[in-house]
């Protein structure tokens, strides 16, 4: 059974960094486009980035170009998304997900395309 465990969260002032991992199990991070998304109180989850590691193939949206950067480690199974110069808007949960055989630039915008879940991690961003 597939199982996606996000990690690294925490409470960050203005301008700080974070970095958040997804460890996988059942499934191997390789084979798959994992996808970071987040949600906000009173809004719409957003993809904010996704990776397929086989091909080295990203997509960051808008909201986050420049200061977010996905990777992954394939040793380690793991799919790994620092935050540079973290803002208050960026305080969210912040989940991850799996899909096979997809586009990251395709499928990134949209959740339900994603076959396998996180709990997710929260991120705060206050001074």
């Known amino acids: 059974e597939a199982q996606l465990v996000e990690s690294g969260g925490g409470l960050v002032q203005p301008g700080g960094s974070l970095r958040l991992s997804c460890a996988a199990s059942?499934?191997?991070?390789?084979?798959?486009?994992i996808g970071w998304f987040r949600q906000a109180p009173g809004k719409e989850r957003e993809g904010v980035s996704c990776?397929?590691?086989?091909?080295?193939?990203?997509y960051y949206a808008d909201s986050v170009e420049g200061r977010f950067t996905i990777s992954g480690d394939s040793a380690k199974n793991t799919v790994y998304l620092d935050i540079n110069r973290l803002e208050p808007d960026d305080t969210a949960v912040y989940s991850c997900?799996?899909?096979?055989?997809?586009?990251?630039?395709?499928?990134?915008?949209?959740?339900?395309?994603?076959?396998?879940w996180g709990r997710g991690t929260q991120v705060t961003v206050s001074s």
């Open positions: 997900a799996a899909v096979w055989g997809a586009d990251p630039v395709m499928v990134c915008s949209d959740a339900y395309e994603f076959n396998f």
């Open positions: 059942g499934i191997t991070v390789d084979d798959y486009v």
């Open positions: 990776i397929d590691s086989r091909v080295d193939d990203t």
